[in-house]
C-alpha cells in the first residue's frame, strides 16, 4: 500500500525523537541504579527501601520523564504506521545507548558489542525501506 | 549473562512486547492523528485511555519497566539495551499474527540482523 509523502516525513521525524528520548531515558535509569546499588536482597522490607529510594532519585525521575516523551511519540506514530515497521525502526536508539553509555557513564564497551550494535543498525536500516504501513486503512 | 539476568530480561521483553502490542491495538482502534495541536493530541490520548487494552497494555510495561530496573541495578546500559532488542523477534511474529500486519521478507531479514547483533552484542 503506497503512502502518501507527509506521512513517511512525520514517521521519520517521530522515530528520531524516540531514538533520542528513549536512549536517554535508560542512560539516566542505569545513572539512578548505580547510585543506588546492585538489588541483592530479596526480602520484602529491603525491597520496598530500594523503591522508596528509587523513586527518590533524581536521575531515575529524568529518566523516567525522557521515556514518557518517548512514549508520547511512540503512541502518535503508531496511530498510522505498522507496529512490525516502528519498534525495529527505532533501534537506532540502541547505538545512542551505547554512545551514552560509553560518554556520559564511562561503560566500557568492548569492540564486538559496537559490531553487535552495528549490525543492530544494519537491520534496522532494511527494516526501514518498507513500506510504513502494510494493512488496509480502516 | 547469569541465570537471573536471563530470567529478568525474559519479562522484560515478554512484558515490554505484550505491552506494546497491547497498545498498538488501542491506536489502530483510536486512528490515525492528524492535527497535533495540544488539545487535539489530549483528546486522542483520552480516547485511548479509555480502551481496556491500553490499560492491559501498560499494566504489562509497569511490571517490565520494573524488571529493567533491576537489571540496571546489575548490568552495563550497554549491554542491557541492546539484548532488549531480542524483542524484535517476537514483535514481528505479534505483528503478523496477531496485529494482521503483513511482513515482508525484507523485514524479516532486518529482523534477523538484530538477532545477529544481539548475540554479537552477548558475546562481547
Known amino acids: 500500500m503506497k503512502l502518501p509523502h507527509r506521512l513517511h516525513g512525520k514517521t521519520i521525524c517521530l522515530i528520531g525523537l524516540m531514538a533520542i528520548f528513549g536512549s536517554l ?39 523516567i520523564s525522557s521515556l514518557l516523551l518517548f ?26 545507548v551505547a554512545v551514552l553509555g560509553y560518554l556520559l557513564l564511562g561503560e566500557v564497551v568492548p569492540w564486538m558489542r559496537w559490531i553487535g550494535v552495528l549490525v543492530i543498525c544494519l537491520g534496522v536500516l532494511l527494516v526501514g525501506g518498507t513500506p510504513p504501513r502494510t494493512t488496509e486503512e480502516r | ?25 488501542t491506536m489502530k482502534r483510536v486512528g490515525e492523528v492528524q492535527s497535533f495541536y495540544p488539545h487535539h493530541l489530549l483528546r486522542v490520548i483520552l480516547r485511548a485511555f479509555r480502551s481496556g487494552w491500553m490499560w492491559f497494555g501498560l499494566s504489562l510495561m509497569t511490571i517490565s519497566f520494573f524488571s529493567l530496573l ?48 544481539v548475540l554479537l552484542v552477548c558475546v562481547g
Not at chain 1, 71 to 96: E, K, M, R
Open chain 1, 25 to 63: 531515558g535508560d542512560v539516566l535509569l542505569r545513572k539512578g541504579m548505580k547510585q543506588i546499588g546492585a538489588v541483592s536482597n530479596w526480602h520484602p522490607e529491603a525491597l520496598l527501601t530500594t523503591f522508596d529510594r528509587t523513586f527518590h532519585s533524581g536521575p531515575i525521575w529524568l529518566g
Open chain 1, 71 to 96: 512514549f508520547i511519540a511512540y503512541l502518535l506514530v503508531l496511530s498510522w504506521a505498522d507496529y512490525s515497521y516502528v519498534q525495529p525502526a527505532s533501534a537506532t536508539g540502541y547505538l545512542f
Open chain 2, 1 to 25: 549473562m547469569t541465570g537471573r539476568d536471563a530470567a529478568f530480561l525474559f519479562i522484560v521483553i515478554f512484558g515490554g512486547t505484550g505491552g506494546e502490542l497491547a497498545v498498538t491495538h
Open chain 2, 70 to 117: 533491576m537489571l540496571l541495578s546489575w548490568e552495563n546500559v550497554s549491554f542491557v539495551v541492546p539484548v532488549t532488542a531480542l524483542s524484535y523477534v517476537l514483535g514481528a511474529f505479534g505483528g503478523k499474527f496477531l496485529l494482521g500486519e503483513r511482513v515482508e521478507p525484507r523485514r524479516w531479514v532486518g529482523v534477523a540482523l538484530v538477532c545477529l547483533g
